[in-house]
């Protein structure tokens, strides 16, 4: 069976700090990887996709993630934080069998930036 | 071009009542998805569609919830009756065709607050 885990149901940082998400998976077959946020009153929005190419992904806003398959993990980055950063965020993984098209969802991690 | 829309946007109906949630999906999209948000949980997948053919229905949790795709365009999911257990957020997401890329991500709409009282 396949599962995400979000490590910290709420991170707070600093405006200008680093922000650090953490996600791992479990998986028998290479993954695909996304990340998910969610502002607020609004819909999940894509931010990257990992998809066997590339191992460091770059995403919208100044995020990034990095492929790790030695620590099953897809960490999401940003250098620094902004307040409009603040939002829901979502690790998903969907799998390369011919079956298994629907995405399975980390718990979310709710980032708050402080002034 | 429109993305993925769901209405209504909140719903609160009683226990016992029947409710019925639609989703607009991108228009060509062949794959309609349904996933659910109960309340400090994670979004578990419910069910999928190719074009009007259910393709998967694993997720769906009990025969009081009813999905449909009339003609491969939009969809609707029914409750009834609805439980207090039903609340959540419902959320539609649209895929192009499979034949073009496996890995093509959802776009997902804004999703349904069902509040079951």
């Known amino acids: 069976a396949q599962s995400v885990t979000q490590l910290g149901s709420h991170v707070s940082v600093s405006e200008g700090a680093l922000v650090l998400l953490r996600c791992n998976y479990s998986?028998?077959?290479?993954?695909?990887l996304f990340w998910y946020v969610q502002y607020p009153n609004q819909g999940l929005q894509l931010l990257l996709k990992?998809?066997?190419?590339?191992?460091l992904v770059k995403g919208i806003n100044g995020f990034e993630a990095e492929f790790k398959k030695s620590e099953t993990s897809f960490h999401l980055t940003k250098p620094s934080a902004h307040m409009s950063d603040a939002a829901e965020y979502f690790c998903?993984?969907?799998?390369?069998?011919?079956?298994?098209?629907?995405?399975?969802f980390g718990s979310g991690t709710q980032l708050t930036v402080l002034p | 071009e429109a993305g993925v829309t769901q209405f209504p946007s909140h719903s609160v109906i009683e226990k016992g009542q029947t409710v019925t949630l639609r989703c607009d999906p991108i228009s060509g999209h062949d794959n309609l998805y349904w996933y659910r948000r109960v309340m400090g949980k994670e979004i578990k997948f419910l069910l999928h569609f190719v074009k009007e053919s259910k393709q998967d229905e694993s997720g769906m949790p009990n025969n009081r919830f009813l999905a449909e795709r009339t003609g491969g365009t939009y969809s609707t999911l029914k409750v009834q009756p609805a439980e207090l257990e039903d609340s959540g957020v419902y959320f539609c997401a649209s895929s192009p065709s499979l034949r073009q890329a496996f890995n093509t991500e959802a776009f997902f709409g804004q999703g349904t607050r069902l509040t079951v009282v």
């Open positions: 998986s028998s077959v290479p993954p695909y």
């Open positions: 998903a993984v969907t799998f390369s069998s011919g079956s298994a098209r629907q995405l399975t």
């Open positions: 990992y998809t066997s190419a590339a191992t």
